[in-house]
């Protein structure tokens, strides 16, 4: 299997207004090596997936995964690997799933901890959904540790645990790979910074700490849990790292700042989306609008740079998806919408059961929504809304969803699902 195969052209998307978004290349399709896949955007390479399953149909193997973690799978090879911990944050675990049976291959505990910080209940001290390259997976528990490890024998090669932030409620950023580098984000009750580390040695290569006037003392309203995106725009790569009350574009070689957007909110959790020429940006709570901007400017980009901004069914935890000009997107209580990705105007929206956090993928030709209560709604990516498929498992999702090969991983509450067909 050609395991760092990309496809060989970029994507290239040029918009109306004549920005050019070059996104990062794909992986070949039996990979899924971090949050949201090989770029990010929820768009997976697999084929020929099951639309429907429940517990004893199209299940090739259910995993239990001890503890409470919401983080995300992620795939290279005959390895899946995810992070778990213990509901009193003591214990912080990495765990190897054989992705042909099931059986688990690893179950490392890499950190101890002392004295936990507090977590809310929604949260967990497992939910960095862990990066992934040939031979060597990033694990992230935010300030209580980061470590890196040889995939094939599970032990560590690097580990740093000085890397402070009071999360107040719980980590929930997750790393991200880029050449050498693996960036974090720390936005934390006390102190709010981007971080890369050569990913070979775990050493810091720079920081950038982010000097806004959050217009308050309160850190409850400087806290985000986002996840960075890379993006080359006209040319040039930038890391769009969101944050509270603004995103920042940095250099991601030096850590300069090219440009932010100030926006308002916190707790933000999505990555930035980019397609079209535009750069897509939730706010998260406070905010509580969806953001399109032209990401080519300079110091800080104000109206002329904003292309258009909707606080419809906006979510608060997950990421929108785009396919070629639409924007689907779930709110928390499961509305699903459907924009036109260059206006913003809403083309449908509806109702759907119960309350979503995870973020949705595109695989195979359909969209997978799961929602917490054990449902996952299979969508046609259509300007008409078409639901394919609803499908229950016995417990429900926090975790986005991860597709590789001919395969859908599932991570529930407590288990981890592998979905094919026979």
């Given at each position: 299997?050609?395991?760092l195969?990309?496809?060989?052209?970029?994507?290239l998307?040029?918009s109306?207004?004549g920005?050019?978004v070059?996104?990062?290349?794909?992986?070949?399709?039996?990979?899924w090596?971090?949050?949201?896949?090989?770029?990010?955007?929820?768009?997976?390479?697999?084929?020929?997936?099951?639309?429907?399953?429940n517990?004893?149909?199209?299940?090739?193997?259910?995993?239990?995964?001890?503890?409470l973690?919401?983080?995300?799978p992620?795939?290279?090879?005959?390895q899946?690997w995810?992070?778990?911990a213990t509901?009193n944050?003591?214990s912080?675990?990495?765990?190897?799933?054989?992705r042909?049976?099931g059986?688990?291959v690893?179950?490392?505990?890499?950190?101890d901890?002392?004295?936990?910080?507090?977590r809310?209940?929604?949260?967990?001290?497992?939910?960095?959904?862990?990066?992934?390259?040939?031979?060597?997976?990033?694990?992230?528990?935010?300030s209580?540790g980061?470590?890196?490890?040889?995939?094939?024998?599970?032990?560590?090669?690097?580990?740093?645990r000085?890397?402070?932030?009071?999360?107040?409620?719980?980590?929930?950023?997750?790393?991200?790979?880029?050449?050498?580098?693996?960036?974090?984000?720390?936005?934390?009750f006390?102190?709010?910074?981007?971080v890369a580390?050569?990913?070979?040695?775990?050493?810091?290569?720079?920081?950038?700490?982010?000097?806004?006037?959050?217009?308050?003392d309160?850190?409850?309203?400087k806290?985000?849990?986002?996840?960075?995106?890379?993006?080359?725009v006209?040319g040039?790569?930038?890391?769009?790292?969101?944050?509270?009350?603004?995103?920042?574009?940095?250099?991601p070689e030096?850590?300069?700042?090219?440009w932010?957007?100030?926006?308002?909110g916190f707790?933000?959790?999505?990555?930035?989306?980019?397609?079209?020429g535009?750069?897509f940006l939730?706010?998260?709570?406070g905010?509580?609008?969806?953001?399109?901007?032209?990401?080519d400017?300079?110091?800080?980009?104000r109206?002329?740079?904003?292309v258009?901004?909707?606080?419809?069914?906006?979510?608060?935890?997950?990421?929108?998806?785009i396919?070629?000009d639409?924007?689907?997107?779930?709110?928390?209580?499961?509305?699903l919408?459907?924009l036109?990705?260059?206006?913003?105007?809403?083309?449908?929206?509806?109702?759907?059961?119960?309350?979503?956090?995870?973020?949705?993928?595109l695989?195979d030709?359909?969209?997978?929504?799961?929602n917490?209560?054990?449902?996952?709604?299979?969508?046609?990516?259509?300007?008409?809304?078409q639901?394919?498929?609803?499908?229950?498992?016995?417990?429900?999702?926090?975790?986005?969803?991860?597709?590789a090969g001919?395969?859908?991983?599932l991570?529930?509450k407590?288990h981890?699902?592998?979905?094919?067909?026979p």
């Open positions: 299997m050609g395991l195969t990309a496809v060989s052209l970029l994507v998307l040029v109306q207004i920005v050019a070059e996104i990062a290349p794909l992986y070949s399709e039996g990979v090596p971090g949050f949201r896949g090989p770029n990010g955007s929820g768009h997976a390479q697999a084929q020929d997936l099951p639309v429907e399953w517990e004893k149909k199209n299940v090739r193997w259910k995993t239990a995964i001890h503890d973690g919401w983080s995300s992620v795939v290279w090879g005959q899946v995810l992070t778990t509901a944050g003591k912080l675990y990495a765990i190897c799933v054989d042909s049976t059986q688990i690893h179950d490392r505990k890499l950190f901890v002392a004295n936990p910080a507090f809310h209940a929604a949260n967990s001290y497992a939910s960095c959904t862990p990066a992934i390259e040939e031979g060597r997976v990033y694990l992230h528990f935010g209580e980061t470590a890196c490890l040889e995939t094939l024998t599970g032990q560590v090669i690097w580990s740093r000085d890397l402070p932030c009071d999360h107040f409620r719980g980590p929930g950023s997750s790393p991200l790979l880029w050449g050498k580098y693996l960036f974090l984000c720390f936005d934390g006390d102190q709010q910074y981007t580390l050569d990913k070979t040695t775990g050493k810091t290569l720079w920081r950038a700490d982010r000097d806004l006037d959050f217009g308050t309160d850190g409850d309203f806290k985000a849990y986002g996840t960075p995106s890379i993006v080359m006209n040039q790569s930038l890391l769009i790292s969101p944050g509270a009350a603004a995103t920042m574009a940095y250099e030096t850590g300069k700042e090219i932010r957007v100030r926006h308002g707790n933000v959790a999505a990555p930035p989306q980019a397609a079209l535009l750069v939730c706010t998260g709570d905010g509580d609008k969806l953001l399109a901007i032209r990401p400017g300079q110091g800080e980009l109206e002329a740079h904003r258009w901004q909707t606080n419809k069914g906006v979510p608060a935890r997950s990421a929108p998806l396919v070629g639409l924007l689907f997107m779930t709110s928390d209580k499961a509305v919408s459907c036109d990705a260059r206006t913003g105007q809403m083309i449908w929206q509806q109702r759907m059961e119960g309350n979503t956090w995870a973020s949705p993928i695989a030709g359909k969209l997978y929504f799961c917490q209560e054990g449902a996952t709604f299979v969508i046609a990516p259509t300007r008409q809304f639901k394919l498929a609803t499908n229950h498992l016995n417990d429900g999702c926090n975790a986005t969803p991860a597709a001919k395969s859908l991983f991570r529930t407590t981890l699902y592998c979905l094919e067909k």
